[in-house]
């Protein structure tokens, strides 16, 4: 049985930006986002292309999107 894969959303308070983080060809891989409902975006189509689940793990507080 296969897992399904996961894509990351998280802020890299060092790099001050947000980053989905996932495994392509069994090594940890991140991509950057302009922001929060950027890096969601990402995370959702990945995670829709590749049948895999998004996790947030971005801190409440820096979760705002514009609106």
Known sequence: M???PTFTVRFDAEW???QVHYRYRG???S???ADYADAM???QQ???RFNGEVV???PKRLRK???
């Open 46 to 48: 990945m995670a829709q």
């Open 41 to 43: 975006g990402t995370a």
């Open 65 to 67: 999107t514009e609106e």
């Open 16 to 18: 001050h930006e947000f």
């Open 27 to 29: 090594r940890p891989t």
């Open 56 to 58: 947030d793990k971005t």
């Open 31 to 33: 991509c950057p986002a």
């Open 2 to 4: 296969t897992t399904r």
